[in-house]
């Protein structure tokens, strides 16, 4: 499946910002989503994630909110109340379902097929 993450861009802290994810190749509900994000000088770290439940890092859990539109095989990410410390480049990411999936989404390793990433950068 291929993945192509936009909707980043320039806000005030404060402001609110929706990120999409669209995909082909695949089919789009075989599989579980995840959002990551990397800041300048920091590792990856995991965002939100999404397959019948969803799931988020505390950071972000209450200002964004990750979706899916299954017959758009497009996945989302509203983010609101941006913070200068969400700034970042955001990457989208899809994993197979399969077993093992269970208690691995926020692993940056259990996804399969990743997105080239969109920036965001939140000033104070």
């Known amino acids: 499946v291929q993945l192509q993450a936009s909707g980043g861009g320039l806000v005030q802290a404060g402001d609110s910002l929706r990120l999409s994810c669209a995909t082909s190749g695949r089919t789009f509900s075989d599989y579980a989503m995840g959002w990551f994000r990397q800041a300048p000088g920091k590792e990856r770290e995991f965002v939100a994630a999404i397959n019948r439940y969803t799931y988020y890092a505390d950071s972000v859990r209450g200002r964004f909110t990750i979706s899916r539109d299954n017959a758009k095989n497009t996945m989302y990410l509203q983010m609101n109340n941006l913070k200068p410390e969400d700034t970042a480049v955001y990457y989208c990411?899809?994993?197979?379902?399969?077993?093992?999936?269970?208690?691995?989404?926020?692993?940056?390793?259990?996804?399969?097929?990743w997105g080239q990433g969109t920036l965001v950068t939140v000033s104070s």
């Open positions: 990411a899809a994993a197979a379902l399969r077993p093992e999936l269970r208690g691995t989404l926020q692993l940056g390793a259990t996804y399969d097929h």
